[in-house]
C-alpha cells in the first residue's frame, strides 16, 4: 500500500483535515523513546484508542516529552499537538492546556470527537503523580 503524501488529501471517517492535521498525523516528531521520568497511559476501549505519553522532567520543567498511540488520526495528530504544546513548558503551563488548546493547534474544530482528549489525560495522569513523590 502507498504512503500518501502530505500534500495529498487524507480522507479518514469521510472527512477532510487541514494541512496542519495531515502534518502531525502524518510526519509526528514525538513519536519516539525517550529516557523519561514519569509515564501513564489513557485507553478509550470503545474506539480502540490508546495513548501513553512519557515524559522527562527537570526541575519542574518539561525537558523532553514523546508518546505512542493507536488509533484513529485524531488521536495520533492529538498527541503530537500536545508534545508541540508543552515540551520545554514548566508543569503548570502543561496543566492548563485543555481541549480548546488541542484543537487550535491541530486546526482541528469538530467537537462530535471526543478522542483527542486522551493524550491530555495521559499527561495529566503522568504529572499527578508528582503530588505522590
Known sequence: MRKLSASEN?????????????????????????DYTHTAEVVYPEHGDRVRIFVKLENFLIKDISF??????????????????VNGKNINIALEINEEHIRQEMDFHDKEFKCIMAPVEALKKALSKLENE
Open 68 to 85: 505512542k498511540a493507536i488509533g484513529c488520526p485524531r488521536v495520533i495528530a492529538a498527541s503530537e499537538a500536545l508534545c508541540r504544546l
Open 10 to 34: 487524507y480522507r479518514g471517517d469521510s472527512m477532510t483535515y487541514s494541512e496542519k492535521f495531515k502534518q502531525l498525523f502524518m510526519y509526528p516528531a514525538h513519536a519516539n523513546q525517550i
